[in-house]
């Protein structure tokens, strides 16, 4: 009995070490992939200064037409939530009408969506100190 408990320990210390070993692997690749991350970020910020750099000019286009596709934006999540107010109950049982209400609002909203998102940080360009 005392062999097979010495036994027992012995595999049940293994499977600790190779769940030690195995964590101390994934804490490498998280580091690793936190690291490609950072380089990855710090690319995208130096690529976002050298268009903004290039394109001043184009910057407080961008902020007032942020400003306006915003307000385009509230107006049409406003008829979109209108819309399910008024056509729950249709959108609960038919597939048309689902079908309908997702042609209706989703490709405006995803492209709207995609243009909010591309004007956001060019928007958000702060302006750099002269001299």
């Known amino acids: 009995m005392l062999h097979f408990l010495v036994n027992l320990q012995n595999q ?20 690793e992939a936190a690291q490609v991350n950072r380089e990855q970020r710090a690319r995208q910020i130096a690529e976002l200064e050298r268009w903004q750099t290039g394109h001043e000019p184009v910057l407080e286009h961008c902020r007032e ?9 509230a107006a049409l999540m406003g008829e979109l939530a209108n819309y399910v107010s008024d056509h729950h109950e249709n ?41």
């Open 91 to 131: 959108l609960l049982d038919g597939d048309f009408a689902l079908t309908d209400f997702v042609d209706r609002f989703g490709p405006r909203l995803a492209h709207l969506n995609t243009m909010l998102a591309v004007l956001r940080p060019l928007a958000a360009a702060v302006r750099k100190p002269e001299g």
């Open 65 to 73: 037409s942020l400003g306006n596709l915003e307000k385009v934006h």
């Open 12 to 31: 049940t210390l293994e499977i600790q070490r190779q769940i030690l070993e195995n964590q101390r692997q994934q804490l490498e690749l998280s580091r």
